[in-house]
Each structure stands twice: as C-alpha cells, then as structure tokens.
C-alpha cells in the first residue's frame, strides 16, 4: 500500500516526489592525526595524510606520526609511515590503482635523508588487506620526485590515467603570487620529452594571488575544465592550449585561500552532457592587503551551475542562493546524484591567522557552520537547496577538516586545524574527533540494496552481471547504479570526485551493467559501484576500470559524439 501511495505521489508530482533522507551524526573515536586529506581507499579504509606538530599518535618508533589508516570497524586510526611531509599536498589514484600524492611542506623527517616535501610523490596501495596491515606509503625522492617545489596543488588523473599536478606555491603564504607562486602544470608520470620540465600556464598566472588548489575537471571530450579565482577555461591536454570560458558570476572566487567548493555533476548516457557546480567562496576584492580582510568578511551565499557545451555556455551561468553563506566548504556526491555541503564557515577566509582579527581567534575564519545543506540536483533551479533531513553538529569544522563518503555509504566528517600545530585550547581547537553523518537507512538498519557480487574490474564499453537483491519495498522506484570515484578530499576540494550512471538491466537478482563508453567519460583507474533503488543506495563495491596497467594508458572502449567542449 505504501509502495502503491508512493508510486502514484512520484506519478503526480514527478522529480519532486525524491525521498528526503534524515540524517543523523554519530561520534566514534579519534583520528591522532587531523585529516588534513581524507581519501577513502577499500570498504573498511580510510587514509588520512596531514604533518606532524604534536600529534598524539606515534609510530613504532616512537615518531609522531605524519599519516594514518582509519578502520571504519574498529574506529581506530594505524600509523603510516611516510619519508617527505604531506601537508597540504594533492593527489589523485592512478590507472594501476596506486594513490599518489604529490607535494607538501618542506619540513624533514628527522629519521631520513633530506627530502623536500614539496617536490615529494608517495605511492600508496592497491592495498587489499582490510586492516591495512602490510599496507604501505612507498617513496623514493631521491628518484622520484616532482620537476619543482609545490605546496597546494592540484592532483587530477586524466584520460591517460595518469597524474595532473596543476599550480601551487613553493612557499606558505596567504594570497599567492610573485616568484613564490608555481604558475605551471606537470604530470606523473612525465609525458615524453617533458621530463624534469613544467608548461608555464598563463590562466594560472592571470588568476593570482586567489589560485591555490585549482578547481579541475576531466570532462567527456577529454579536455579539462579549470577555475581559479573567479576564472575559468578549457585546457587541452595535448596541446597545452588554454582557451578562457566566462568568469564566475558577481566576483565569486573560489580557490584557496578563497575556499568554495566545486562538482562535476552525474554524467548521463548517451551524451554525457557536463554540468559543473560551484558553491560558496568569497566575493571579497582580492587587490585588499590581508591586512585589510577580516574573520568577519561574509563568505558568499552563491551556488553557480554551467554546462560546458556550446549551447551551455551561450546560455551561461545559472545563479542559485544556498540557506546559509559559507567559505572551507565541503561537498560530497552521493550515490543518487545529490551533493551533501558541510562544513566550514559563514564568514573569513582560509589560511593560517594572518587577517584583521584572526589574533584573538586564532583562525582567519568565524561563524562555523554546524549544519549541513543539501543540493537536490534533479529538482528545478531554485528548489534544489535545503537543510531538510540534516541536523546540526555542536564541532565547529574550520579550516583543515575534511568529509568524504565511505564504502559503508555513510559520511565521515573529520579534521580542523585553523593554528599551525596542534593547539587544544584555541577557540576552534584542533579537532581530533572523528564523526559520521548517517543516512536513515543505516540508522534505522533499514532494508538497503545489496551488490551481492560483482567482478574485480570492467572494461570500457562491455557489459558485465552483478548478483544483487533489491528489497521487496523499492522495487517499485527507479533504480540507478553510480559508478563513482570518491575523490581527493582536502581545502574544500574533493579533486577527482566524479560520478556516471551506468545504462542497466535489473532481471531477478541480476543486474547487467554497461560500463563506461570510453576513458574520457571515467578516466580509467579504481571506482566505487553503489545500486540505488527508490533514494536508498547499497553499500560500494570495489572495481577497477580499464585494464588496471601502469599510465599512461592509450585509448581504451569507443569514441562516442560528445556535446562536451
Ligand atoms: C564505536 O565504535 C566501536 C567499534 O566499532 C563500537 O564497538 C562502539 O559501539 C561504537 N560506539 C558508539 C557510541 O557508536
Ligand atoms: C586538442 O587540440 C588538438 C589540435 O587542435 C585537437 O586535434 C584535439 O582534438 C584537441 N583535443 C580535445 C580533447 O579537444
Ligand atoms: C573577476 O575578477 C576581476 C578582478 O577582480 C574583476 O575585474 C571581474 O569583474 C570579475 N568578473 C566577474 C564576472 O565578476
Ligand atoms: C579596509 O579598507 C577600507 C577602505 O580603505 C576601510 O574603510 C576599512 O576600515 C579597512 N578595514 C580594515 C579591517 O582594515
Ligand atoms: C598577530 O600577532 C603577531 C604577534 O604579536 C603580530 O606580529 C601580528 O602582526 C599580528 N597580526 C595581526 C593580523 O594583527
Ligand atoms: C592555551 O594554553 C597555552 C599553554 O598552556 C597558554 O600559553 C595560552 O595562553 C592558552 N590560550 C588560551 C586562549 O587559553
Ligand atoms: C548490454 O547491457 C545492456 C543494458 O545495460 C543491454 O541493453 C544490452 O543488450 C547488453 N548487450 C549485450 C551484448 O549483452
Ligand atoms: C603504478 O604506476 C606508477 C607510475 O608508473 C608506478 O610508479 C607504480 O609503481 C605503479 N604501481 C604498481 C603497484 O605497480
């Protein structure tokens, strides 16, 4: 009978009948470390990179330690051993499955050769243990490092599946410009003939000193879109050529220390049109001295949605206003396509203290936000943002804190740090408590989607079978099935989050997925599979996409029309 009312109340009132999910926070345990980057690596694994300036949890050898592993079953962090430093760095997994991070700090570890953070590359996994044990970071500087010093960039796997780094500071600093600013593009593995060598980039240029963590995207043509700033462009992989699309409307900036938050939103067979998604940020004049910026400067209420096709762009951007201003914000993609934004604050900016007011505080940002919002991306411009369902947090998640979905399906939300060490008693203290927005379903134990079994890897355009159950209860709803890559999670950034809906058949408990066309709809590398029926998503299953060789990896499926530019 509810199916039925249900049924008939999606019937009658179309995209607006989505089920609202309540969610709920639940505190479990302690990080040791902050998560500064939060990556989600198997489905009881969590990698947190920071550094190490008074982290409680130690290495065997008695060494703080500068990562950890998180289990999601024990709720307990393991210490990883790394050579070079991770703060702030950028990353991306690979098409053989190895997550790299690339640059960080300068700081050496005092139990190892010298070695620059900044130009550090770290290979970690594939790693299948569940507890992580043998599950290692492995570096090698003095062989494999990047061509320049970088703090703050950008790690994007592209078509090829291999690593994008895109701009960065070799210094720590506020606004970033000068000859401290890295301008430049580079790529891990090299391309041929660009060993030890960068490709100066003028947009990057063009957008100082608000032009840390560049905003990218891989998008279906094989071209990556970039903002920074309040600029944006099309980057030709091959060529190097920057072409300039328009700004980010009314003064928005959303790149570090300007700290909005971006998305691809769900691509869709069969064309794949790219929509991308901007929130938060500030409006604030960048040519103010950082004296002259302060904790309490409104972060914007602005949501900017374009997509990049031609007749997209001739349209331009569709402005949109979230129930809260905010600035640090995260956003995580959920299985159904909607996009969950949290944390951060409603006023300031990032950064370490260095604005007007940021002494007393201790933080270059004011007003946390303790309660998330929801963008309903089905639904018509206008409605698709909401606080229903979410509650609000009593932690305050400011700058250095981070969110990302796990293979459970639910949301670890971690991490804040705004003080360059570990301060217990500032007013937005270091935070080591780790929390978890649930979704009803888990709360509630209720009946979910199960993938029951699934093949290790897929390749592109081929079909493969899924052994799933669907309860009896969603049966009548639509079924989706997200492929997904998870995504880099650090500054407001969730680098490489990336979601296609996959064409499929559901018979009894089979259920016959296509995978994606070609490497440029879902650069090949690990992805997350989750089954949604009726709003309620299973939990992810593991797969590789593509043949799972070392990058770069040449062309793989077939060429399909795209609209995308
Ligand atoms: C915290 O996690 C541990 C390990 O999974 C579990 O035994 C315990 O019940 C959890 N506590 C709460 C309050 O959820
Ligand atoms: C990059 O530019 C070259 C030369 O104009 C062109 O042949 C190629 O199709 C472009 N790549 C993409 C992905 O558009
Ligand atoms: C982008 O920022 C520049 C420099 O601050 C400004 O001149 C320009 O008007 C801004 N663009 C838009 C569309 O607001
Ligand atoms: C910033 O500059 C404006 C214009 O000069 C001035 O009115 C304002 O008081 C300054 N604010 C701070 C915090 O310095
Ligand atoms: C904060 O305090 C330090 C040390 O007292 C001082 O050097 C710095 O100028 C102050 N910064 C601001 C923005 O007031
Ligand atoms: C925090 O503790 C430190 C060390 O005990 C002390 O110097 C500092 O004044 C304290 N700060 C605040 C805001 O209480
Ligand atoms: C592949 O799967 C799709 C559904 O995803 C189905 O329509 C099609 O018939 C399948 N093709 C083959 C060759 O099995
Ligand atoms: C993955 O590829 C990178 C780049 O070629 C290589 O350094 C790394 O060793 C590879 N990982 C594995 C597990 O083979």
Known sequence: MRNLLSFLLVLAAGVNAQRTIQWTFVQNGTSGVIPVELITISPTLMLMYDRADGNPLLLPNGEQAWAALWNLETNTPTPLSSITDTFCAGGAFISNGTLVS????????????PADGRMGIRLFGPCTSATGEGCTVFEDPAHIHLAVTRWYPTGLRIPDG???ILGGSNTNTFYNTGPTAEDSIEFFPSRPGEEGTVRPSQFLLDAEPVNMFPRSFVLPSGNVFVVANNITMIYNITTGTETRLPDLPNGVRVANPFDGTGQLLPLSPPLYEPTVLFCGGSAADDSRPVTNLTTLDPATDQCSRITLTPAGVAKGWEVERMPEARILMESVMLPTGDVLLINGA???????PSVSGSNASQSNAANPAFRGMLYRTSFPAGQRLTQDGLPSSNIARMYHSSASLTAKGNIMVAGSNPVPAVVLNATFPTEFRVQYLNPDFITNNAPRPVIQSAPTQILFNRNASLKVTIPRSLLLGETKVALMDLGYVTHAQHSNSRLVFLEHTVLGNTLQITAPPNNNIYPPGPAWLFLVADGIYSEGVQVMVGD????????QGVKIPVTSL
Request: no cysteine; proline share 17%.
């Open 102 to 113: 690339v640059a960080g700090q300068p700081l050496e570890n005092p139990n190892q050769p």
């Open 162 to 164: 291999s690593l994008m």
């Open 346 to 352: 409603k006023t300031g900016y990032s950064g370490y």
């Open 548 to 555: 799972g060789g070392n990058p770069p990896r040449a062309d």
